[in-house]
């Protein structure tokens, strides 16, 4: 299903990436789920134990590479996975994040989490300078929003 020996645009042939390797079961991963366009399997250095990726099965380097339907596809299947491995390893709950630093194949994580886990306030957070600078910075957002593209 992966675009097989192109480049992926970010320097990096999808014959060197890990994940369509997988996908290509060319080295082994604990898959959990997997149709025509998905994959998901469990992240070898799991944050908790049942820490589950979900892939695209073609090739997209990043989030905003994917197609919308393809995107719909697995956010809507991480809303169904989310309940069953909370279910599965017994979790307070499942956070879904993005992170993408160091495998440049979409994923989005799906993370096990336990209330006494240790990980509440995992991302180290700040203030805005102002309230003037916040306003600042949400205006410039709204401003790309209502550009077309
Ligand atoms: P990110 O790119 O989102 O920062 O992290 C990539 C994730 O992929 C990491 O959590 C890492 O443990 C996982 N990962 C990297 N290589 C493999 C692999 O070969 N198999 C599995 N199952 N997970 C991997
Ligand atoms: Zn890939």
């Given at each position: 299903?992966?675009?097989?020996?192109?480049?992926?645009?970010?320097?990096?042939s999808?014959?060197?990436?890990?994940?369509?390797?997988?996908?290509?079961?060319?080295?082994?991963?604990?898959?959990?789920?997997?149709?025509?366009?998905?994959?998901?399997?469990?992240?070898?250095?799991?944050?908790?134990?049942?820490?589950?990726?979900?892939?695209?099965?073609?090739?997209?380097?990043?989030?905003t590479?994917?197609?919308?339907?393809?995107?719909?596809?697995?956010?809507?299947?991480?809303?169904?996975m989310?309940?069953?491995?909370?279910?599965?390893?017994?979790?307070?709950?499942?956070?879904?994040?993005?992170?993408?630093?160091?495998?440049?194949?979409?994923?989005?994580?799906?993370?096990?989490?336990?209330?006494?886990?240790?990980?509440?306030?995992?991302w180290?957070?700040?203030?805005?300078?102002?309230?003037?600078?916040?306003?600042?910075?949400?205006?410039k957002?709204?401003?790309?929003?209502?550009?077309?593209?």
């Amino acid at each position: 299903m992966n675009k097989g020996k192109n480049s992926n645009g970010a320097g990096v042939s999808t014959e060197d990436c890990i994940f369509c390797k997988i996908i290509d079961k060319k080295i082994p991963a604990e898959i959990v789920y997997e149709n025509d366009t998905i994959l998901a399997f469990l992240d070898i250095n799991p944050v908790n134990e049942g820490h589950t990726l979900i892939i695209p099965k073609d090739h997209y380097p990043q989030m905003t590479d994917v197609p919308s339907e393809t995107l719909g596809e697995i956010f809507g299947y991480a809303k169904e996975m989310m309940s069953k491995i909370k279910e599965a390893v017994n979790a307070d709950f499942v956070a879904l994040t993005v992170v993408g630093t160091d495998v440049s194949h979409f994923h989005i994580h799906l993370v096990p989490r336990m209330n006494n886990d240790g990980l509440a306030g995992f991302w180290p957070t700040k203030k805005y300078e102002s309230d003037e600078k916040k306003k600042e910075v949400g205006e410039k957002i709204r401003r790309q929003l209502e550009k077309k593209g």
